[in-house]
């Protein structure tokens, strides 16, 4: 039973909109949440992350919020471009534990 | 600076035959994972390792070993492969928090 999901697989986004990601989650031990973003042919690398003391963290273009009430958290880039195009991760983690639960992913499309 | 490595890059199998994925890190790292990304499924933990010498299984444990035996090495085995088994499989060392992932070794199998 996935304790992560992404339940929009795709996204497609003009350039220079925003795009939003949503992941909820179902474990109420994760503590920590992670986002992270997979080109083709690559492996994942980490993108942004959040602990479940703050609401929001921002990172340039990139923010992630968190509402630990509805177990859910966001992906906001602003503004969208072309080289974001690639599958993006939900991942979390209770920090007493050793390993990360990941969402199904979202495939980002930015169109010019 | 390498990071993690992972070979082979591909792989075509027969079913029952077995094969060896090797991980390597050089970032001095104690934890390191091995997953498998299935489409629909995300990333799926299949077994990961706290330190030199200790294996633990994961999610998906089932028609695979792992062995351990130097802090940078993180060998993943099949033994008998079936198709259910083709996928892409990723090897990540880090805590938690913090992962780092190898490029992905494609594995199809017969």
């Known amino acids: 039973d996935q304790q992560v999901k992404q339940n929009s697989p795709s996204l497609s986004v003009q350039e220079g909109r925003i795009s939003i990601l949503n992941c909820d989650y179902t474990n109420s031990m994760f503590d920590y949440f992670l986002w992270y973003k997979k080109y083709p042919a690559e492996g994942p690398t980490f993108l942004i992350s959040?602990?479940?003391?703050?609401d929001k963290n921002e990172d340039g273009r990139f923010t992630v919020f968190l509402n630990k009430s509805a177990k859910h958290l966001s992906l906001h880039i602003v503004p969208s471009q072309p080289g974001d195009s690639a599958v993006y991760f939900c991942a979390a983690s209770d920090l007493g534990d050793y390993k990360l639960s990941f969402g199904a992913g979202t495939t980002v499309t930015v169109r010019a | 600076n390498a990071g993690v490595t992972q070979t082979p890059k591909f792989r075509v199998l027969k079913t029952g035959q077995s094969m060896t994925l090797l991980c390597a890190q050089d970032?001095?790292?104690?934890?390191m994972y091995w997953y498998r990304q299935d489409p629909g499924m995300g990333l799926r933990l299949i077994h990961y390792?706290?330190?030199?010498?200790?294996?633990a299984k994961g999610e998906v444990p089932d028609g695979y070993n792992v062995s351990r035996l130097k802090k940078q090495n993180f060998l993943l085995g099949l033994e008998s492969a079936a198709p259910s088994q083709t996928s892409v499989y990723f090897c990540?060392?880090?805590?938690?928090?913090?992962?780092?992932f190898g490029e992905g070794s494609r594995l199809t199998v017969l």
């Open positions: 990540a060392s880090g805590p938690p928090g913090e992962l780092f």
């Open positions: 390792s706290v330190g030199e010498g200790t294996t």
């Open positions: 959040i602990s479940s003391i703050k």
């Open positions: 970032m001095n790292h104690e934890y």
